[in-house]
């Protein structure tokens, strides 16, 4: 007797079959019992049957097969992740640039890992090991050590101009030859640590995140009109941000071949004196540089006339000129009655703040005596200048330090001059075929670079930074910035297929998809979650294959 499956109907049944001659002598097969369908049946449905032939054929009776599960780990998000970065050719590049036959360990794959847990779960170094215990990343060493990662960084930068080469020529493909609309900005990345080491990146300086000054170093991003990070730059924390300027413009033209560029930086990057320079570069290989570049605030001073002069049109635009470039002013009438009305209130607290000090010290005067300290002029001039210049309205509220008696006056001339501008957007631009208003969309798209650096510190969490070494810092803001170029291009496939997650939302859906594995004695078993249908979704929206 043997078992047999067969099919009916579409399904699929087990027997008990038994061998035998007729009476001519010719072998035929006899059904003994049908035991079910096989597609119907439970784990361990059989067992009994199994252990009770075993004790009738006097055997030893099997023991019941051990079923052990190990922990389920998340895949959607890191295969997702995973399936960009081939398809932006990152694999490829890393692995040609950190080809080395004297280490034994996947560089690229680490490095691959780190700029991944930056993404799904932003840690120390540490905690990145830990984090790949609960994820199955796709073509991973067996082991990762802390010092594997560290190796790794080591690695980046001793081979930084090669690695940053090799994947910028992945980006060119996305980069339009004929016009490169480039924008550039500047932030501060906070960073912990004591000592002195040599070439330090970590220099005390004003951090745009506290507003207070903090040890840091600076970080300058590029990126296209699409949003689409082109390079980045490291600094020391105290550099002048006018003197990154030049060498980021050099870069960009070295590692780009586009033929006309259009730099696009906000009012603190503006300086006179290094345009010509800046245009100079860009001669030498018979290229075309032209700015929009945001006017800064201790300019306005020689704009009076010219802004007195403005004629804006009916969308708030008018264009003069100034330092031999074209000057283009947008006016938001609104905008500018808020802002005047703020500054006329605050004079007006001051001034009654002001008023109060003079009743106290006229009642004085007059024979009056109130608690507390005896009032004097001096006192006043003290109280009220210091009061001024917390406001910040030492251009408009003087104080007569002269007089004998306490007294002020507010310069209305300067409160005019201050109303001229407000509202008013002053842009410096070279390019003769912008319109007005292509030229202010352009900047305000500036704001987008903006947006990128609060995905750094927020999503990515490039800060605060616990690296001492020059090398390690500029490691990791490189492993940062290529999440911040792999979290682009997900918003940019997501926005162009008119899906309305965020990047991070949809790696916090695809990271549900788990891949489980499960023991049966001997046996391995591997699985999947089953996809919902908004996870597939994600998939053909971001134009990546589904897990298998």
Known sequence: MFTRITESGGRRYLQIVESFRNEAGKPRLRVVANLGRVDGMKDGQLDALIRGLSRAAGRVEPEKAEITYEAARSYGDVFALHELWKDLGFDHALGRALRSGKRKVDVEALVRAMVFNRLCDPTSKLGCLRWLETVAMPAMPDTVTHQHLLRAMDALMDHADTVEGALAKQIRPLVDRDLAVVFYDLTTVRIHGDGDVADDLRAFGMNKETGGIARQFVLGVVQTADGLPLMHTVHPGNIGETKTLQGMLKTVLQRFPVQRVILVADRGLLSLENIDELTALADQDDRKLEFILAVPARRYADLVETFQGLAFDEDGLAESSFAGHRLIVAHDPVRAADQSDRRRARIAE???????????????????????????????????????????????????????????????????????????????????????????????????????????????????????????????????????????????????????????????????????????????????????????????????????
């Open 350 to 548: 001051l001034e009654a703040q002001a008023e109060k000090m003079v009743a106290k010290l006229d009642a004085q005067d007059g024979g009056q005596t109130a608690r507390g300290r005896r009032a004097s002029d001096r006192g006043a001039y003290s109280r009220f200048t210091r009061a001024v210049a917390e406001a910040e309205m030492t251009r408009f509220l003087k104080a007569d330090l002269q007089a004998d008696r306490f007294s002020w006056s507010v310069d209305e001339d300067a409160v005019a001059r201050a109303e001229l501008f407000d509202g008013k957007l002053a842009l410096l631009t070279n390019a003769p075929d912008l319109t007005p208003a292509e030229t202010v969309t352009r900047y305000t798209s500036l704001a987008d670079i903006e947006r990128g650096f609060r995905v750094l510190k927020s999503d990515i969490e490039i800060a605060p930074v616990h690296h001492r070494l020059p090398d390690r810092i500029r490691a990791h803001a490189l492993i940062c910035f290529l999440a911040l170029v792999l979290y682009r291009v997900m918003r940019m496939r997501l926005k162009a297929k008119g899906h309305d997650a965020s990047p991070r939302t949809a790696l916090d859906l695809l990271a549900r998809i788990h891949r489980h594995e499960a023991r049966i004695a001997d046996r391995k078993f591997d699985g999947l979650t089953t996809p919902t249908p908004e996870q597939l979704e994600l998939f053909d929206t971001l134009n990546l294959p589904k897990p298998a």
